[in-house]
């Protein structure tokens, strides 16, 4: 019987590989040869540690959802107490903010295979729904009058602004659409105010 630290490290290699190739192949192109190929290992060794192709799909997608969310945290934790809310904009629309270009890859691969994929696709809308979350809680911060309604209203509009800058980054051009978009993001939340 492996050991439990062995497996679980068996098991990030594996999920290491596996986000390797959906970031070069999207979801349905990553197959179990291309994944056992990439981590080093026999195929069968995959459904050992992680299960079956399915499994493997949800347990990448839990992992960069856990991954993203403690990014957020970890940006949340180190705002300053003035203009909280403009560094945290700023860093939501910094070239580079999410950690990897890998990671936008993923990401992507995982939202469009998400259409055919109920469980991964409720997974998605969790991790989206603790996003949006956070960006309200920083609003609601900034402005503690405003509506919970709005805030939440608001707080959409910056995420999907910042979702969208970065899905268009393979574009070029990055740096400006994200100056631009970040000014936007300013205005929308500074309605809050009214």
């Not at 990897?100 to 409720?122: F, H, M, T």
């Amino acid at each position: 019987m492996a050991r439990p630290r062995v497996t679980e490290a068996r098991r990030e290699e594996i999920l290491e590989a596996f986000a390797r190739c959906v970031a070069r192949d999207g979801v349905e192109g990553a197959s179990l040869q291309k994944v056992a190929d990439e981590a080093g290992l026999a195929r069968a060794l995959l459904r050992h540690h992680v299960g079956n192709r399915e499994e493997l799909v949800l347990a990448l997608a839990e992992r960069f959802c856990r991954q993203s969310l403690a990014e957020m945290a970890d940006l949340v934790a180190a705002l300053p107490e003035k203009k909280r809310l403009e560094t945290f904009i700023a860093a939501l629309f910094a070239p580079g903010y999410a950690s990897s270009g890998e990671d936008l890859k993923v990401g992507a691969a995982l939202v469009n295979a998400a259409e055919r994929r109920a469980e991964l696709r409720e997974r998605l809308r969790a991790w989206y729904g603790a996003f949006e979350k956070i960006v309200a809680e920083e609003l609601g911060r900034a402005y503690p009058k405003a509506k919970r309604g709005l805030r939440a209203e608001v707080a959409s509009g910056i995420v999907g602004m910042a979702f969208s800058a970065d899905s268009l980054t393979p574009l070029g051009d990055g740096k400006a659409l994200f100056a631009r978009s970040r000014r936007a993001a300013l205005r929308l939340a500074a309605t809050l105010g009214n």
